[in-house]
């Protein structure tokens, strides 16, 4: 067991877990924010991205020693009302169907536009072919991504 | 459209005051396979859906469908909001809890939650809409016919207007009139519209729980290890080093293995690789892929038990100009939705309280009282969102576990499958070895058309949607099931999901070996299927069928009806350089009957073409040592945002009777785009998945 110091969506979390613990479980079962989701364990699905310093990582790998004093930012900590220009985007294109994959979609897209305001198809499909969805959301996510890069006032 | 209601009024609507006040009809959904018949007078009214109106004007029905991302949350309220003339922003959805009898079946699958409850929403919200009209005529002493419903209001034409809202406990003393007037198409604001989800929203922000979501004070995290062989037991364990363990809480052994019960998910998940476990591996120790596809050979050379037949088919074929012959496999294939199994059971001494992502809702309310030897109603089951199920979630197999985990350790539980569970402990897609003849009449017409299927199961499972839908004198289907020791379930689209690919694939051979066009060839013999023929003709148009293509690029075409909807697709497509398939152009033509919300019903037709482009590009389930090799999604790959397809829909507009559309889009992706394949090749694919070997 170790405590671990580390920023989630702004506030500050001192845990104590043993330091090889996900960063996944920390969030969902020690701190009730079961917007990330569990889909593989093995970085195989994306469905746990969360933003580590602002990087798309993926949080079923990560362990929470290597958080230590560094900010994590979840899907519940996007935007306090749901005003990220890719969660409107998102409610615009009515893109969910199940909705499971989709906070990881939405995480993934997030450190996209950090980086790549107006991405191109191609970038889109490098960043976010990692991000699996079963239900075939996948035209609309493309689709949602483009609207938010071309929406003023979106924070990323 | 006007419906005499002398039945309903008494039988199938019942208008009571909503608890407080307010408006509360009470109506009957039937279930699949049920039609409603005139009911005895001794039959008691027995309502299984209701709809409420508050007296702030918020209109509430309750749904025993599950939502597993169709869209059934909305497209049930939309239905009742259309002939309700609700305002929309005022409509409200609730998942109902499950109950052995009151809302008949709940099950949800067979793309049957709208065909099912169609009729019946739309009368339910009329009826409603004639009691708020016939409160305002009193209230104003003015006749009913002077007064409409518009946008959750009632109105005069002398200005007056009541709110739903305030009319609603009025409306509650009223009577159904005895006949209602349902709406005429071309006056549907909602049906037919596109409208978002009304669960979508919560889906952007974390908010929306799944069961794997679902926390309960008390509650403790479980994982339970099993025999990696189908029917194995467990023979011994030394559970030591795993209860040493900071956070393990306990080990116990149940029905399906050994389960860990630790304070949090990862803590139990490492109390399992802790566990030293010896299995009884069972009768099915040596099973593997290889053996299963002999078995299934050399029941093919008997004769199987007949499904369905017309004429004489094995004398047509004798008689026939020309022979066709080939042999199809479908492989196993998993569900794997992206949120792996998991249930929480709150077992108390004398009642239990679940919460789980089912497709089965009494099912598992049942299973959990059989195990524990409580009566039914002892047992609450809520329904959770379902994080993807496609069939997966009819099972009963992780509930089960849940139950028996919280009885054994007097604790509410959340029991997670890994993934690595949830691959090989799957009810998977029957595979099957399909041996099919035709004979060709001197025109090249089908004379003759045997099929005999051997695969595990049941023959439903196995057989569904075999029969060609052609007109076709002598044809015979015939079938063999075999126990192969793995278990098998509905995968999304069902039977139709393999034999789509079987049936429409030798009518292309059929096509070549006659020297027609497959479209024509097709068209012509669905003279008598007005409806699949319509779709393959409007597929077709829109695909430009017959006009030049890239050098390299086929086209192929498929259709299918299943689920009370015909669906026909044209895929185009080209093999690059070491066997990989390209896809270029993917247009799908629908006649559902009427669309309740075509947003949903496109969002509906792409996902099952990916789901379907998954299972025929990617991985199959395989056996060996009486275990699944696939493990996670590395080894049973799904498709990616980079190799999906544009998809081109297009519906029907249609007065057929409503249909599903949950399944229906996918029996024709398979061999459409095989026929593509080999439109572009040559190179005739039998075996599903497709390999880049098979195409080099």
Known sequence: MALITLTINGKRHTVEVSSDTPLLWVLRDTLGLTGTKYGCGAAQCGSCTVLLNGDAIRSCVTTIGDCQGKAVTTIEGLSADSTHALQKAWIEDDVPQCGYCQSGQIMAAAALLATHPHPTDQQIDEAMQGILCRCGTYPRIRRAIHKAATQKGGKS | ?696
């Open chain 2, 1 to 696: 459209m006007n419906i005499p209601t002398n039945l309903s009024r008494r039988d199938f609507i019942k208008v009571s005051s909503a608890a407080g006040a307010g408006l509360m009809l009470s109506f009957y959904l039937p279930s699949k396979g049920e039609t409603l018949g005139p009911a005895s007078d001794a039959s008691p009214f027995a309502p299984n859906a209701w709809l409420k109106i508050d007296t702030d004007g918020i209109v509430t029905i309750t749904v025993a469908r599950s939502e597993m991302g169709q869209g059934v949350l909305t497209s049930m309220p939309m239905i009742v909001a259309e002939e309700l003339e609700a305002d929309w922003k005022n409509v409200r959805v609730e998942q109902a809890i499950s109950h052995p009898t009151k809302y008949g079946s709940m099950s949800t699958g067979g793309s049957f939650s709208v065909r099912g409850s169609w009729q019946t929403l739309r009368n339910a919200g009329a009826a409603a809409r004639e009691l708020l009209i016939a409160a305002a005529a009193q209230i104003w002493s003015v006749e009913t016919s002077a007064c409409r419903a518009a946008n959750g209001m009632v109105v005069h034409p002398s200005g007056k207007k009541l709110g739903y809202g305030e009319l609603a406990s009025k409306a509650a003393t009223m009577h159904v009139p005895t006949s209602l007037r349902l709406k005429e198409p071309k006056d549907f604001k909602i049906l037919g519209k596109r409208f978002k989800k009304l669960d979508s929203p919560s889906k952007v922000n974390g908010s929306a729980k799944f069961g794997i979501d679902i926390r309960v004070p008390g509650m403790l995290f479980a994982s339970i290890e099993r025999c990696p062989v189908f029917g194995g037991k467990v023979a011994s364990f030394d559970a030591s080093k795993a209860k040493a363990l900071p956070g393990v809480r306990d080990v116990v052994q149940i029905d399906s293995g050994i389960a860990v019960i630790a304070t949090s998910t990862w803590t139990a998940f490492q109390g399992r690789k802790a566990l030293v476990v010896q299995w009884d591996e069972g009768q099915y120790a040596s099973q593997n892929s290889e053996a299963i596809w002999k078995s299934f050979e050399d029941a093919s050379k008997s004769k199987g038990s007949i499904d369905d037949y017309a004429g004489d088919a094995e004398g047509a074929l004798t008689t026939a100009a020309k022979k066709v012959e080939a042999v199809y496999r479908a492989p196993l294939i998993a569900h794997a939705p992206m949120e792996p199994m998991n249930c929480v059971a709150d077992v108390r001494s004398d009642r239990c309280e679940i919460w789980v992502p089912t497709q089965s809702p009494q099912q598992v309310q049942g299973e959990a009282a059989r195990i524990l030897g409580f009566p039914l109603d002892k047992v609450k089951v809520n329904v959770t969102l379902i994080g993807g199920a496609f069939g997966r979630r009819l099972q009963t197999d992780y509930s089960a576990d849940a139950v028996r985990v919280s009885k054994a350790i007097g604790a509410p539980v959340s029991v997670v499958w890994t993934r690595e569970d949830d691959m090989q402990h799957d009810w998977y897609r029957p595979c099957t070895y399909n041996v099919l003849k035709a004979g060709l009449d001197n025109e090249g017409w089908p004379a003759a058309w045997l099929h005999r299927v051997v695969g595990p199961g049941s023959r439903g499972l196995v057989v569904g949607g075999s029969t060609p839908p052609y007109a076709i004198p002598n044809f015979v289907v015939d079938s063999h099931i075999e126990d192969i020791g793995v278990q098998i379930g509905a995968w999304r689209s069902v039977g139709p999901s393999q034999n789509g690919f079987v049936v429409e694939s030798f009518m292309d051979e059929l096509a070549f070996a006659a020297k027609k066009d497959p479209f024509e060839y097709r068209r012509h013999l669905l003279a008598r299927s007005p409806r699949l023929r319509r779709a393959l003709e409007v597929a077709a148009e829109k695909a430009n069928w017959g006009k030049p293509l890239p050098a390299g690029v086929g086209r192929g075409i498929a259709a299918v009806e299943s689920f009370g909807s015909a669906v026909a697709e044209v895929f185009e497509a080209s093999v690059e350089k070491g066997g990989k398939v390209k896809i270029h152009r993917v247009v799908v033509a629908v006649d559902c009957g009427p669309v309740v919300n075509p947003d949903t019903l496109e969002a509906q037709v792409g996902g099952g073409i990916v789901l379907s482009l998954s299972s025929i590009l990617k991985d199959e389930i395989t056996i060996a040592k009486g275990r699944v090799e696939q493990s996670n999604f590395d080894n049973y790959r799904i498709l990616t945002i980079d190799e999906m397809p544009k998809v081109e829909v297009h519906i029907i507009p249609s007065t057929e009777p409503v249909g599903g559309i949950g399944e229906p889009g996918l029996p024709p992706v398979a061999p459409a785009l095989c026929n593509a394949i080999f439109a572009a090749t040559g190179k005739r694919i039998r075996r599903l998945p497709i390999k880049p070997a098979d195409l080099q």
